[in-house]
């Protein structure tokens, strides 16, 4: 009986999301603005990943950074001194965004004078694939030491996001990881899916990185509808 | 608007699996099972630690295993090829587990002929860390490569944990990770948890867990009022 109540209020909730993240969306595409949602598990390389994409992208493109985090603003500190706008959610415990959650923050940055804005989710692999925060794309990070059976474990994730970025390589000495079994398992949930290796630590893949969201960017400056989120 | 109401709900849930929680304790003192209740973010390690354990520990102890998967069953299969007794709850979604689905798993493995029951949760370091299981003791696994910071990040499981196991520790050389600041850092929101380290790739460490773990389940048969969760 309680797990059936509990399925009614977050459908209402997902619904309500939904709804919000269109208009967002709409919002967004009158300031000129792209937004990517960036997922994946607590320490995966989120805010490595954000702070090598700003010293990429900056001479370029005007960013700003909406961070997630439950109790602390350790990554919105690090953001914060490569001197980028950048706010900082406190979901008090809450284990995702939601797009009124991201309207908040968007608010405060501002985003009509902004070409590019990184949502740093909260560090979960369950609960932020279920919610449509806005974004125009959806990118996730699987680190090496995770383990290539995550896309059995946790499919939705991988079925909705856009490019999925292998990090951490240069820890491959150290573990097991099977890139083929990994691709395979991805491709059944998600056969479009971009996938990327990197290290934050070396730098290795941050063009490759960088090179997609640049593309990602040029083909939503060009109204074309791939870029609506599936 | 949606936030209280979503608020409001998950609190009516929490109270309701408090107090379930609380009775499948008290079955489980009638038939002498002593429940531990495993998290950490996935990936770091949690069914390896129990493969472990179940090697260790099968000759002294009667031992059941409560699998949560969001969708596969990888991690049940491995637990099954030791010959021990196990059921995997398949959360379809949910991220995280309480005290109704384990009490329906314990219905399936029949804790009356158990010494131990091990559950290994739904890797997430955020939403398990709400739901009393009826679990006697939770531990919770931090690897190595999720780095030093995640007590600042996500409080609430290091503050509801008995013991922490920093696992993986035959990587450090790969990823920087100050045991001192993650140590300051966890004694700020639970002085006294027991920390520990372990690999479950060389085994280092393994002796000290299982030692704790023998622990509370001898003082758990003292009947000794500190085995309850705080």
Redesign the interface.
């Known amino acids: 009986m309680?797990?059936i109540?509990?399925i009614e209020?977050k459908e209402g909730?997902l619904s309500?999301?939904r709804a919000l993240a269109e208009r967002l969306r709409e919002k967004l595409r009158s300031t000129g603005t792209f937004m990517l949602n960036l997922m994946s598990?607590?320490?995966s390389g989120k805010t490595s990943l954000i702070l090598w994409t700003i010293d990429a992208l900056r001479a370029d493109f005007r960013i700003g950074i909406i961070e997630a985090?439950?109790?602390?603003t350790?990554?919105s500190e690090k953001v914060a001194a490569r001197g980028v706008k950048v706010v900082q959610l406190r979901t008090g415990?809450f284990?995702h965004l939601d797009a009124?959650m991201v309207a908040q923050g968007l608010e405060v940055i501002g985003p009509q004078g902004l070409d590019l804005v990184i949502i740093e989710n909260?560090?979960?692999?369950?609960?932020p694939a279920?919610f449509d925060t806005g974004a125009n794309k959806n990118a996730m990070i699987l680190?090496i030491?995770?383990?290539d059976?995550?896309p059995?474990?946790?499919?939705?994730m991988f079925s909705v996001c856009d490019a999925l970025v292998l990090n951490?390589i240069?820890?491959l000495?150290?573990?097991d990881f099977d890139f083929q079994a990994l691709e395979q398992r991805v491709r059944v949930l998600n056969p479009g899916i971009h996938i990327l290796k990197t290290s934050c630590k070396t730098g290795e893949g941050m063009d490759a990185w960088t090179g997609w969201l640049r593309e990602q960017i040029r083909v939503f400056r060009q109204g074309d509808n791939r870029c609506e989120p599936h």
């Open positions: 309680d797990e109540r509990l209020v909730i309500e999301s598990s607590p320490g985090d439950i109790a602390s350790v990554d415990g284990c009124t909260v560090g979960n692999l369950v609960c279920e680190s030491p995770e383990g059976d995550k059995l474990k946790y499919p939705l951490k240069d820890a000495g150290v573990f």
